[in-house]
C-alpha cells in the first residue's frame, strides 16, 4: 500500500506539481548517477581495503547513548542553525564480521525421501525500522513563534537501503501578519555504493494560506581517510567529507513565507575526528533566492573532550549581497559575526537519564558593532525502555536572527524528540 501511494503521489495526473516535481527529480537522479559512476570506478580500486564496513557520521553519531536521526533541513540564515547538538561525534564502527566457510560434506543420495522444502521465512522487501518525532518550539522578545512538529517513518529494504516518510504539522506566528500553517511530506532514499552514503528526498508543502511549493535535498558522504581504531575499540581518528544541497520554501518565520520566498542552498561538510577527545567540524553554505539576494555562510566548530566535560571553540560567520529585512522579512546582513567559548558537561544522572549542560560565552559583531553573544542550553535524554528514548531540551541565547536596532535580542527554543525503534 506504501508504494501505491508513493507511486501515486509522484505520477497522478491530477497534481499541478507534477511537471515541477518529476523534473526535480531528473536533477537530482542525473547527480546519482553522475556520483554513482564515480564512486563505481573508486570502488574498484579500494576493492582490497580492510574498511568495508565503515559507516558515515550520520549512521553512527552516539551510538551507545544517543540515536541522533539527520536534523530536518530548515532553511533559516541563523546561527542558531549550527547547534552545537548538530556537530556530534561519530560511535566507533562496527568490525568485519568474518563469515566461516561453508560445509562441503556428502551425503549419499537418499531416493527414497522426500525432497526437503524450506522453512525459513521469506525476507520481506520492507521492513519498520524506526519512528522519530520532532519536535521544536522557538520564541522571542519582538513577538515572533515558530511550531515545528515533525514525525519521521523509516523502512529498511531488503538490499539494505533505507526510506523513509517524513510529514508534520508546523505554525508560523509573528506580529503583524496573520498565522501560516504548514504541512510537510517528504519521501527519501539513502543507500551506499562502496564507502560512499547517497541520501536524496523530494516532497511538498502544503500551506493554510499559501500556494503548494516542492522542496528537495540531497547528500553525498564519504571518508576521505579510513577510521584509526585502538585495540579497545575506541575511535582515533577519521575524516569524512559531505557534499550538501537545499531547496525550499524559506521557513524563517511567517513573514518571509507570506512573501513566498524560497532558496537553494548548497556546499560541503567537513568532520575531523583528530584523536580519541578532539575533533573538527566544518560547514561552508552558498546560497540563492528567488529575490535577487545570494548568502555566503561558514561555521567551524574544534572540541576537545576531558571525560565528562568539554570545551569548545565556534567561529560563524554570515554575508549576504543586499540587506532585505524589510522587504522579504529574513535577517540578511551584508556581514555578521559570531564568535564564542563553550564549556559543556554531559553525563548520566541515572540508569535511564542522561543530561548536558553547557554555556556559549563570547561576542557578535553587526554592521561594524560588537555586543555580547552568550547562549544556555540543557538536554536530558530519557531512557524509556531498550526501544525507546526520548529527548527534551532547552536554551536561550542572544545571538541575533533579525535586525533589532538599538534594543536587545532574546530568543527561547523548547526541543524534544521521541525515537521508537522496532
Same mark, same amino acid.
Given at each position: 500500500?506504501?508504494?501505491?501511494?508513493?507511486?501515486?503521489?509522484?505520477?497522478?495526473?491530477?497534481?499541478?506539481?507534477?511537471?515541477?516535481?518529476?523534473?526535480?527529480?531528473?536533477?537530482?537522479?542525473?547527480?546519482?548517477?553522475?556520483?554513482?559512476?564515480?564512486?563505481?570506478?573508486?570502488?574498484?580500486?579500494?576493492?582490497?581495503?580492510?574498511?568495508?564496513?565503515?559507516?558515515?557520521?550520520?549512521?553512527?553519531?552516539?551510538?551507545?547513548?544517543?540515536?541522533?536521526?539527520?536534523?530536518?533541513?530548515?532553511?533559516?540564515?541563523?546561527?542558531?542553525?549550527?547547534?552545537?547538538?548538530?556537530?556530534?561525534?561519530?560511535?566507533?564502527?562496527?568490525?568485519?564480521?568474518?563469515?566461516?566457510?561453508?560445509?562441503?560434506?556428502?551425503?549419499?543420495?537418499?531416493?527414497? /525421501? +522426500? %525432497?526437503?522444502? @524450506?522453512?525459513?521465512? =521469506?525476507?520481506?522487501?520492507? &521492513?519498520?525500522? !524506526?519512528?522519530?518525532?520532532?519536535?521544536?518550539?522557538?520564541?522571542?522578545?519582538?513577538?515572533?513563534?515558530?511550531?515545528?512538529?515533525?514525525?519521521?517513518?523509516?523502512?529498511?529494504?531488503?538490499?539494505?537501503?533505507?526510506?523513509?516518510?517524513?510529514?508534520?504539522?508546523?505554525?508560523?506566528?509573528?506580529?503583524?501578519?496573520?498565522?501560516?500553517?504548514?504541512?510537510?511530506?517528504?519521501?527519501?532514499?539513502?543507500?551506499?555504493?562502496?564507502?560512499?552514503?547517497?541520501?536524496?528526498?523530494?516532497?511538498?508543502?502544503?500551506?493554510?494560506?499559501?500556494?503548494?511549493?516542492?522542496?528537495?535535498?540531497?547528500?553525498?558522504?564519504?571518508?576521505? /581517510? +579510513? %577510521?584509526?581504531? @585502538?585495540?579497545?575499540? =575506541?575511535?582515533?581518528?577519521? &575524516?569524512?567529507? !559531505?557534499?550538501?544541497?537545499?531547496?525550499?520554501?524559506?521557513?524563517?518565520?511567517?513573514?518571509?513565507?507570506?512573501?513566498?520566498?524560497?532558496?537553494?542552498?548548497?556546499?560541503?561538510?567537513?568532520?575531523?575526528?583528530?584523536?580519541?577527545?578532539?575533533?573538527?567540524?566544518?560547514?561552508?553554505?552558498?546560497?540563492?533566492?528567488?529575490?535577487?539576494?545570494?548568502?555566503?555562510?561558514?561555521?567551524?566548530?574544534?572540541?576537545?573532550?576531558?571525560?565528562?566535560?568539554?570545551?569548545?571553540?565556534?567561529?560563524?560567520?554570515?554575508?549576504?549581497?543586499?540587506?532585505?529585512?524589510?522587504?522579504?522579512?529574513?535577517?540578511?546582513?551584508?556581514?555578521?559575526?559570531?564568535?564564542?567559548?563553550?564549556?559543556?558537561?554531559?553525563?548520566?544522572?541515572?540508569?535511564?537519564?542522561?543530561?548536558?549542560?553547557?554555556?556559549?560565552?563570547?561576542?557578535?559583531?553587526?554592521?561594524?558593532?560588537?555586543?555580547?553573544?552568550?547562549?544556555?542550553?540543557?538536554?536530558?535524554?530519557?531512557?524509556?525502555?531498550?526501544?525507546?528514548?526520548?529527548?527534551?531540551?532547552?536554551?536561550?541565547?542572544?545571538?541575533?536572527?533579525?535586525?533589532?536596532?538599538?534594543?536587545?535580542?532574546?530568543?527561547?527554543?523548547?526541543?524534544?524528540?521521541?525515537?521508537?525503534?522496532?
Amino acid at each position: 500500500m506504501a508504494d501505491n501511494f508513493i507511486l501515486y503521489f509522484f505520477i497522478s495526473p491530477h497534481s499541478s506539481y507534477t511537471g515541477l516535481i518529476w523534473r526535480c527529480l531528473q536533477i537530482q537522479l542525473g547527480v546519482i548517477c553522475s556520483v554513482g559512476i564515480w564512486t563505481l570506478s573508486e570502488a574498484k580500486l579500494q576493492a582490497a581495503q580492510a574498511h568495508q564496513t565503515w559507516k558515515s557520521p550520520s549512521e553512527l553519531i552516539e551510538g551507545v547513548t544517543k540515536v541522533n536521526p539527520e536534523p530536518t533541513p530548515i532553511l533559516m540564515a541563523a546561527p542558531e542553525n549550527f547547534n552545537p547538538d548538530l556537530q556530534l561525534r561519530p560511535a566507533l564502527p562496527e568490525p568485519p564480521q568474518n563469515s566461516s566457510p561453508p560445509k562441503t560434506s556428502i551425503e549419499p543420495p537418499q531416493d527414497s /525421501s +522426500p %525432497p526437503k522444502i @524450506s522453512t525459513e521465512p =521469506r525476507m520481506p522487501d520492507a &521492513v519498520l525500522e !524506526s519512528i522519530h518525532t520532532d519536535y521544536r518550539y522557538d520564541t522571542d522578545n519582538f513577538g515572533q513563534t515558530n511550531l515545528f512538529f515533525e514525525p519521521t517513518v523509516q523502512f529498511r529494504l531488503s538490499n539494505g537501503n533505507t526510506i523513509f516518510v517524513k510529514t508534520g504539522f508546523n505554525l508560523f506566528e509573528q506580529r503583524g501578519v496573520e498565522s501560516i500553517t504548514n504541512f510537510p511530506l517528504q519521501v527519501g532514499w539513502q543507500g551506499k555504493i562502496g564507502q560512499v552514503t547517497l541520501q536524496t528526498a523530494a516532497g511538498v508543502d502544503v500551506f493554510n494560506r499559501l500556494p503548494t511549493a516542492i522542496n528537495l535535498n540531497a547528500k553525498v558522504e564519504a571518508p576521505i /581517510s +579510513p %577510521p584509526q581504531v @585502538s585495540s579497545s575499540g =575506541r575511535l582515533l581518528s577519521v &575524516v569524512v567529507l !559531505s557534499g550538501n544541497l537545499e531547496q525550499g520554501p524559506y521557513k524563517s518565520n511567517a513573514r518571509t513565507l507570506e512573501n513566498q520566498i524560497t532558496a537553494w542552498r548548497f556546499g560541503p561538510d567537513l568532520y575531523w575526528q583528530i584523536d580519541g577527545n578532539t575533533s573538527l567540524f566544518s560547514s561552508l553554505r552558498l546560497g540563492s533566492y528567488n529575490d535577487g539576494n545570494s548568502e555566503v555562510q561558514s561555521f567551524s566548530r574544534l572540541e576537545r573532550k576531558f571525560g565528562q566535560f568539554s570545551l569548545a571553540a565556534n567561529l560563524f560567520n554570515l554575508s549576504f549581497d543586499r540587506d532585505l529585512e524589510r522587504t522579504s522579512g529574513y535577517f540578511s546582513p551584508p556581514d555578521f559575526l559570531v564568535y564564542n567559548a563553550e564549556v559543556a558537561w554531559e553525563g548520566d544522572i541515572a540508569n535511564f537519564l542522561r543530561c548536558r549542560l553547557a554555556a556559549n560565552l563570547g561576542q557578535q559583531r553587526l554592521k561594524g558593532e560588537f555586543d555580547n553573544a552568550n547562549t544556555y542550553q540543557t538536554r536530558c535524554t530519557v531512557k524509556v525502555s531498550p526501544n525507546i528514548e526520548a529527548d527534551l531540551g532547552y536554551s536561550f541565547s542572544n545571538v541575533r536572527n533579525q535586525e533589532t536596532g538599538g534594543s536587545a535580542y532574546g530568543g527561547n527554543s523548547l526541543t524534544g524528540q521521541l525515537r521508537v525503534k522496532f
